[in-house]
Each structure stands twice: as C-alpha cells, then as structure tokens.
C-alpha cells in the first residue's frame, strides 16, 4: 500500500496540513511535532512526490554554490564551508547543486546559467568580491541568496566574520610574545575580506608603535604553493621578519613549509601564524596558531537564513557578525616576553 500523507496524518493524529508542513520544516510546527512526524514518516516508508511538490510550488528544492575551479579539492576552508551548507540542506530536504569554475568571468557566467535555467531556488555565495558582480546579479533579478561576507554595500542577507578583531588578536599575540618584525601574506585585493584583515593588521602595528613596512607586505593567492613562495621572499629580505602571518590558513602552511626548507625551527626561531582554523590547523608540525571562524557553522547558519529568504519568511537578523577567537598553538610559541629578542 502507498503510504501518503494522509496516512501519516492518520497515523499521528494530526491534519494533512500539519504533517506536510512538518515535513517540508516550516517554523509554525513545534520540534517535538516534526520530529514525531519525521519519525512516522520514516518507520512507514513515506517516499514524497517530488516531482509533484515541485510543480505546485515552483520550487526545485535545490541550492546552488559556485566554487573557484582552483580551489574544488585543494582548499579546506571549501570543504568545510560545503560539509556545513550541505548538512544543513539535508536537514530541509533541499539537494545542492556545486558548479566549479574558474576565477572571475566564467564564475559569474555561471551564476547566470543557474539562475536563468531555474534549476535552483536560492544561492550560497562564498567570498565575497568588492563590488561584487554575482551579488549585483542577484540583486538585480531578485534571486534568493546569502552571502558569506560583505561587498561595499551589505544591505543584503549575509553572514561574515569580524576580520578586523580577528587580526588584531593575533597581532596583539605576537607583540605580547616580543615580536617587532612582523610580516603578512595578503590575500587577493579584490576579495573584501583582505582590506578588512590588512585594517587589523595595520591597527596592532600602531598600537604596538611599529612602523608599517611595504616589504613585509606579500601578496599571494590562498593557495599553499603561494603561501610557501611569498614567505620564501620575506625571509629571504636582509632584515627578515621573525613573525609571518598569512591571510588564511592554507597560505600559513606554506609559509611553515619554507620555514623548515631554510632550517629554521617554527615557534623559536620565527612565528607562523594564520587566519580561519581549518580542520588540518591543528596538525600541522607543529600546530598552527590561528584565528578561528567557525565555517562549518556559518555554512549551516547561511544555509538557514536562505531557506527563510526563500520562503520570504522575516529575518531576525539579516546581518550577521560573528566574532572570531584567537587559537594559539605551537608556531607562535618560541618568542620571549613582550620586550626579548628572537633568534633569525
């Protein structure tokens, strides 16, 4: 015998109403209720007619995420932020649809094909551009979407990370530890987030009444080869830094890696320090001090608030900052007290 959703609504007492509002997650149904009714769902083999849902609500249940093509297997921040999107999805009953492109152009071609094939209801974008032209895409043919950072104008649903408080944590961490030396691998100009952390970065220099040094300012592309060869350059200065940070976590690894290449002993003779705790941070040799935005909940959360854009539900907070913790690990930890000096 099919079991529909009548036959739930038989079996927990319940209307027909309440049980596929149970089902499809909506907020006027208790947890205790929809757990029940997931439950009887599930122990009665419940199969929902998709293809049926979807005609009568235009909906697809399907989100979409667009990922730069360089970074599909090689970046953990990534991974994480999708393990927490495509958990959350899950939890809705909604699948994600990942399209990989390259950098720039061909993502933005590919946020257009998504949205005029209508194969998705709302979109998750993911390190945010200044001036962002996916956002002003989306905007424009008011698509749902959430975003993980803020463009120039953040009047739109989004989720982001204090950067600026994350970076001047670490610098106040490394001046504490007798740092005076201090470089930073930037991330690429054109994403927001780099201003933000180079404004941190900035800030603990001042307080600490540091000058800001241009050649201990390196670009690099988030990658860890990148990291690795800008941190090749800084330590290759006559005056090199005893302290390196790098943007994100990925980069500060390879800083690590040309740190040992040129016999050097991380957390004595020079600190590496990163920005994001991903998951590989703390096992690094040796473990990385980091700054740590939680991805894998900001991915959940994002994918939350979307559901309600997509539902056109109200958002009791449509823009969201979250402030990230200092982690301090082994690689920052061979500097004397505020004042000492460390060996290069």
């Known amino acids: 015998m099919k079991v529909t959703l009548k036959t739930i609504a038989q079996e927990a007492g319940l209307s027909i ?8 997650g909506y907020d006027d149904v208790n ?57 959350q999805a899950a939890e809705y009953g909604y699948d994600l649809l ?57 009047n739109y649903p989004h989720i982001d990370v204090d950067g600026l408080s994350g970076m001047l944590q670490l610098m106040r961490h490394l001046v504490e530890r007798g740092h005076r ?23 603990g220099l001042a307080e600490a009444g540091l000058p800001l040094r241009q050649d201990y300012l390196v670009e690099a592309d988030l990658s860890q080869e990148g990291g690795c060869a800008a941190a090749q350059h800084l330590l290759a200065l006559p005056d090199p830094p005893t302290a390196i940070v790098a943007c994100n976590d990925t980069m500060a690894i390879g800083a690590l890696e040309a740190a040992r290449a040129r016999g050097l002993k991380v957390g004595r003779d020079i600190a590496v320090a990163g920005f994001d705790d991903i998951p590989l941070a703390a096992y690094t040799d040796p473990p990385l001090t980091t700054v740590r935005q939680p991805i894998y909940e900001i991915g959940r959360r994002a994918l939350d608030m979307l559901i309600r854009v997509i539902r056109r539900e109200p958002l009791q907070e449509p823009h969201v900052l979250i402030t990230p913790e200092l982690i301090v690990r082994q690689s920052t930890g061979g500097a004397s007290p505020a004042g000492g000096q460390v060996r290069v």
Do not use: C
Not at 113 to 142: C, F, H, N, T, Y
């Open 31 to 87: 947890e205790a209720t929809r757990q029940r009714v997931i439950a009887i769902a599930k122990r009665l083999g419940y199969q929902p007619n998709l293809a049926a849902r979807h005609l009568r609500s235009k909906q697809t249940h399907t989100i979409g995420m667009v990922i730069p093509l360089t970074s599909y297997y090689s970046d953990p921040f990534f991974m994480e932020l999708l393990s927490g999107v495509g958990r």
């Open 17 to 24: 109403t309440t049980v596929s509002r149970a089902l499809a």
């Open 98 to 154: 990942l399209s990989a492109q390259q950098p720039g152009e061909e993502e933005l071609i590919a946020y257009r094909r998504m949205v005029a094939s209508s194969r998705i209801d709302g979109v998750i974008v993911a390190r945010v551009w200044k001036d962002d032209p996916r956002i002003a895409l989306l905007r424009e043919v008011q698509h749902p979407f959430v975003a993980f950072g803020r463009s120039n104008d953040g």
């Open 181 to 203: 030396r201090i470089a930073l691998i930037l991330s690429p100009a054109n994403l927001v987030f780099t201003a933000v952390r180079y404004q941190g970065y900035v800030q």
